[in-house]
């Protein structure tokens, strides 16, 4: 392998590492307005007590651990990689790639990755020594010479401290992105309990009645338990108070498939009335004992 070709194989590398960083952060951004768009906010009036509390703890960690989430991606991708042939750090994976490129390994020499900057700055200083001497005697064809050949020797030099360079930014962006996964997937786990949270606070079950039978012997004395649904489509016949509470009524007429006829007698909060009730309307049930 070439000593460019290296330098290729690395640079490519990094540029997957960001494009998944990318990647991530739009799956996040993505899964952020899922949540906040998808979060069913109709029941958290009835929620009362532990269930209350839930939804809100749930809430506020679920989109905490989403935006917290998209910050580290956003960090990581944000974040430069400031090497230099003369700050690399000392790592050993990085050494374990350079000795599997033997052409590299040979042009580095026997000074290795430590002695690479040193290198550098000693073949700088020769090209700087032969330029001036060839500057003062530009018809001097040895020290031409001698200037092009110490201005070869920058130019390889620093092909492979680009290569080196390259390989160490690789692998220190790669320990970010490993970094930055464990924390993503540890609050994409938070996250998920603060759904959890949420959903099972904002959906409470409802109160446990005693189950109607299957064929009803009218007249039956029942408990109705509004909905939503029935509590706005009664509330003008029965009165406001009525339908915000357990009304005892009286089945005259059991239709099939949870529909009835049902009577509700005048009490101090209902109005008397006769009217058919559907499973949309809510649950009739024998009352509790």
Not at 19 to 38: E, N, R
Not at 97 to 114: E, F, H, K, M
Request: glycine residues 8%; proline residues 3%.
């Amino acid at each position: 392998m070439s000593t460019e070709s290296t330098s290729e194989v690395y640079t490519k590398a990094a540029e997957r590492l960001r494009d998944t960083l990318k990647w991530f952060l739009t799956s996040l951004a993505a899964v952020g307005a899922v949540l906040i768009a998808g979060l069913s906010l109709s029941n958290i009036g009835e929620a009362t007590g532990a269930r209350l509390l839930a939804v809100a703890v749930g809430l506020v960690v679920a989109i905490a651990a989403v935006i917290s989430a998209a910050a580290v991606c956003a960090s990581v991708l944000g974040e430069g990689v400031n090497l230099s042939v003369y700050n690399m750090p000392t790592d050993p994976d990085l050494t374990r790639d350079i000795s599997q490129d033997t052409a590299l390994v040979a042009a580095i020499g026997d000074g290795g990755v430590a002695g690479l900057g040193e290198q550098l700055t000693r073949a700088v200083n020769e090209q700087q020594e032969a330029f001036r001497e060839h500057q003062n005697d530009p018809q001097n064809e040895t020290k031409k010479a001698v200037y092009r050949a110490k201005d070869l020797e920058v130019a390889r030099l620093n092909g492979i401290a680009d290569t080196v360079v390259r390989m160490a930014a690789y692998r220190l962006m790669r320990q970010r992105f490993n970094a930055g996964a464990r924390w993503v997937a540890g609050l994409s786990v938070v996250a998920g309990v603060g759904i959890f949270l949420f959903a099972w606070g904002a959906n409470a079950p409802d109160e446990a009645v005693g189950q109607i039978p299957a064929v009803v012997e009218t007249p039956t004395d029942v408990e109705v338990h509004l909905d939503q649904a029935g509590r706005d489509r009664l509330q003008d016949e029965l009165g406001e108070a009525c339908v915000a509470d357990v009304i005892p009524a009286v089945v005259l007429e059991d239709r099939g498939g949870g529909e009835y006829r049902v009577a509700v007698a005048s009490t101090d909060d209902c109005d008397a009335i006769l009217v058919d009730l559907g499973p949309a309307d809510g649950a009739v049930a024998l009352p509790a004992e």
